[in-house]
């Protein structure tokens, strides 16, 4: 079943599938899997398996790809500077045995990026410390955030780290698709802070305390896919908005005080059934940060014995409109439509200023016949607010079992490209040659009050002096199963200078400004120190 629309494309814009040098198998087994899990029917949560974390880990310039796999050791691939990738897993790495998300964040405000790893039969997650001389210690358990759990394996999914107290630190937010099968006693959708000055590096676990467990109340469930902490009311403070599987999706107001309250129903989000991957970005260029996520479109007659077990209605685009409230655009943006959907970012492909979509999709079950197993990645261009499908028009056929998918500039060339990881197989590289030469500007915040990565900054950038400003947040990088530092990245079209750049530090409430920067470079910006 192909669900693609017709659509055209630019003369000569297209992306090209490329041979990046990522060569490796996430898993070999087949469907249904042998697993090593005391419980046969959790084994299907390796299915949903295929983490990638991208960062520039050894601080060269350039980025490099962390990518867990399922039956071996997972691997770093180093970057040669041109997009290419060579694997120079460094000691300390590749020792997690079952492995699914990752993220890169600097935990301890050193400069260096460190990893935490969750798990998918392990009785436990992993975090790497960056030491600094090319190596990693693995000090989860010490740290606080192995969440060990001896009788009862791991089905851990996505990890994001944010600053959500504002004091100077990144912590942490992880989610487990827990199957019904299981009768834990506790969740590993949990919220972790950093202890900063009391503790630097270490993490105290803030979950109930804070108000954001999942595991009971009207949206019951633990079934965790995808979190992101950052500001979506733009009263500083970061909010959570967590996506989980049948109908559990939250989301979590700030409360300012280390606290969150359930906004869910009072914001009309949550409503698709089987929420799995989401992506935050101001599409409509209003200012404040939308809400897509990914979910499971099926039109066929369902034939089987027992009815469709899954939710059948779609996607879901929550436009942001302020005061805390939403409305669902899904239709009249023309984005229901993903088939089984998976990873989801928002990007600017074609740099002409506006945020595009694209979202990954697939999966072994249910039997082949409902289409799932072949569908083809969507690439959906932003037509003023609108939405058209051209991944086909652009040569995207990417009809695997896609899990994680994420946008960045790996060649270096100015443009951002798109990686899908695939379950039961490797990872894809799409170089992106649809920019037709359009200028760019990428800002990199550097905390010095606010944390090293300067996750939470807010940027601003006008390109001329009387256009409405684009909008995007540092480190909003999280993804389902797929990290990147989410370094602000913009489009300015046929603009070489941008007329006006502006980043808030919502940690020390403070606000730099530029003017007539040149196009096609990183801007970096160190926080000042009061």
Same mark, same amino acid.
């Given at each position: 079943m192909d669900r693609a629309a017709d659509a055209t494309a630019p003369p000569g814009a297209h992306f090209t599938r490329i041979d990046a040098g990522l060569d490796y198998d996430h898993w070999t087994d087949s469907y249904p899997p042998s697993c090593y899990l005391p419980n046969a029917e959790t084994c299907i949560a390796r299915l949903l398996t295929a983490g990638v974390a991208v960062r520039d880990v050894d601080l060269d310039g350039d980025l490099d790809v962390y990518v867990t796999r399922m039956d071996e050791y997972d691997l770093l691939f180093v970057n040669d500077g041109t997009g290419h990738f060579i694997e120079a897993t460094p000691d300390g790495l590749?020792?997690?045995?079952?492995?699914?998300?990752?993220?890169?964040?600097?935990? $301890?405000?050193?400069?260096?990026?460190?990893?935490?790893?969750? /798990?998918?039969?392990?009785?436990?997650?992993?975090?790497?410390?960056?030491?600094?001389?090319?190596?990693?210690?693995?000090?989860?358990r010490v740290?606080?955030?192995?969440?060990?759990?001896?009788?009862?394996?791991?089905?851990?999914m996505s990890a994001c780290f944010g600053d959500y107290d504002l004091d100077g630190f990144l912590d942490l937010h992880t989610t487990e698709w827990r199957p019904y099968v299981f009768d834990l006693p506790t969740s590993h959708n949990r919220l972790f802070r950093n202890r900063g000055r009391l503790g630097l590096g270490f993490f105290a676990d803030e979950t109930e305390r804070a108000g954001v467990a999942i595991t009971d109340g009207v949206r019951g469930g633990a079934f965790g896919f995808t979190s992101?902490?950052?500001?979506?009311?733009?009263?500083?403070?970061?909010? %959570?908005?967590?996506?989980?599987?049948?109908?559990?999706?939250?989301?979590f107001w700030s409360n300012g005080d280390g606290t969150f309250a359930d906004g869910t129903e009072h914001s009309a989000v949550g409503t698709e059934e089987n929420g799995m991957g989401s992506a935050l970005g101001d599409y409509d260029g209003d200012g404040d940060l939308d809400w897509f996520v990914s979910s499971v479109f099926y039109e066929g007659e369902c034939e089987f014995e027992r009815g469709c077990p899954w939710g059948h209605t779609g996607n879901r685009l929550y436009r942001n409109d302020g005061e805390r409230g939403f409305t669902?655009?899904? $239709?009249? @943006?023309?984005?229901?439509?993903?088939?089984?959907g998976w990873g989801a970012t928002f990007f600017d492909y074609d740099l002409d200023g506006d945020l595009d979509l694209a979202m990954t999709n697939?999966?072994?079950?249910?039997?082949?016949?409902?289409?799932?197993?072949? $569908?083809n990645l969507r690439l959906w261009r932003n037509d003023g607010g609108v939405f058209t499908e051209v991944a086909a028009a652009l040569g995207i056929e990417d009809r695997h079992a896609g899990k994680a998918l994420v946008a960045a500039d790996l060649d270096g060339d100015g443009d951002e490209d798109l990686l899908v990881t695939n379950n039961l197989e490797g990872a894809s590289v799409w170089r992106n040659d649809a920019s037709e030469g359009r200028a760019w500007l990428t800002v990199q915040p550097v905390g010095t009050v606010s944390n090293h990565d300067g996750f939470g900054a807010v940027v601003r950038v006008w390109v001329t002096e009387s256009?409405?400003?684009? %909008?995007?947040?540092?480190g909003n990088g999280c993804g389902f199963l797929g990290h990147t530092p989410g370094t602000?990245?913009?489009?300015?079209?046929?603009?070489? /200078? @941008?007329?006006?750049?502006?980043?808030?530090?919502?940690?020390?409430?403070?606000?730099?400004?530029?003017?007539?920067?040149p196009a096609r470079r990183v801007l970096r910006v160190v926080e000042p120190t009061p």
């Open positions: 590749g020792e997690v045995y079952l492995s699914n998300g990752a993220a890169w964040g600097d935990i $301890d405000n050193d400069g260096y990026p460190d990893l935490f790893v969750t /798990t998918v039969g392990e009785d436990r997650a992993f975090l790497f410390r960056n030491d600094r001389r090319g190596g990693f210690l693995e000090v989860a740290r606080g955030v192995a969440m060990e759990s001896p009788r009862w394996p791991h089905t851990g992101h902490l950052v500001d979506l009311d733009a009263d500083r403070w970061p909010d %959570l908005p967590l996506v989980a599987d049948y109908g559990a999706t939250r989301l669902d655009v899904t $239709d009249e @943006a023309g984005v229901r439509d993903g088939g089984w697939g999966v072994q079950w249910p039997p082949e016949d409902t289409g799932f197993a072949t $569908d256009a409405s400003p684009m %909008l995007r947040h540092a602000p990245h913009f489009g300015l079209g046929d603009h070489e /200078t @941008a007329a006006r750049v502006e980043v808030y530090w919502p940690a020390s409430d403070q606000t730099q400004v530029f003017t007539d920067v």
